[in-house]
């Protein structure tokens, strides 16, 4: 065995045997993130079919106007249907979000439990009512959306939750037993245990650089470890015989 491999076979060694744990998160989360579609584990599927239904332009301009008589300012209006009522979503102007009753000219949010809770089941595919609903006033690995709203939360077989935006009413978020799983391995595949978001950090970029040491002097251990060198060796002094005998 060579020097080279001698000592490749002493870092390969100690650093697998160092590396070892991480290096089997990293495939294990790995073969999960291949296996299931993103689109599974955001839930998308079980999100219902909505018929669209445009707000008639005179309501819309009719309620805009009041809006306007009433001194609300924004960068941006967005006109919609909630709840099967005429809404405008104000942004841009001092504070948060707003949404308005076109009918009447008045706040709709921040959005009720009830209000909430309707939404969520509207969204949610299938028949399944709400089990629970809690308010979310912070951030959190599961969530972090816009804030407060509402964790509407289903037992649907997958434990599914969704939370809805107080201040616009929009489903933010959608998560499930699938999701959270992944949101698990994805925090040990980056080595970020706390936010699961951080795939910059200074640990991840330690434990992959050792685990591109341990790959390479695999790579220089491989010959020898295959016989390569002593085949090579023997060739070597096999063709020196026949010189010797001349």
């Known amino acids: 065995m060579s020097a080279a491999s001698r000592v490749s076979g002493k870092i390969h060694k100690w650093l697998a045997l160092l590396m070892a744990i991480q290096i089997l998160f990293w495939f294990v989360s790995g073969l999960f993130f291949a296996v299931f579609p993103i689109e599974r584990v955001r839930s998308e599927h079980a999100v219902a079919e909505q018929t669209a239904r445009p707000v008639p332009f005179d309501v819309a301009a009719d309620g805009l106007l009041r809006l306007g008589s009433a001194g609300v300012t ?8 909630l709840l099967g009522r005429p809404v405008a979503l104000v942004t841009g102007q001092p504070g948060r ?3 308005y009753d076109l009918a009447t000219g008045r706040p709709a949010s921040p959005l009720s439990m009830a209000a909430a809770t309707r939404i969520a089941e509207a969204d949610h595919a299938g028949n399944a009512r709400a089990s629970r609903v809690e308010r979310v006033t912070e951030n959190s690995p599961e969530y972090r959306g816009p804030l407060p709203a509402w964790r509407v939360d289903f037992d649907d077989g997958a434990h599914r939750s969704l939370y809805v935006a107080a201040d616009t009413g929009a489903v933010a978020a959608r998560r499930s ?3 959270r799983v992944y949101d698990f391995l994805w925090a040990l595949h980056i080595m970020d245990w706390r936010e699961h978001e951080d795939f910059n ?3 991840l970029i330690v434990a992959t650089a050792l685990g591109l040491v341990v790959i390479v002097t695999g790579i220089v251990m491989f010959p ?3 016989g390569y060198n002593a085949w090579r060796r023997r060739r070597r002094a096999a063709a020196k015989v026949p010189a010797q005998a001349d």
Do not use: A, F, M, N
């Open 97 to 99: 979000p707003q949404l």
């Open 177 to 179: 037993t699938l999701w």
């Open 201 to 203: 950090s200074p640990l």
């Open 74 to 81: 924004g960068e941006k209006i967005e006109v919609r249907l």
């Open 224 to 226: 020898s470890r295959l």
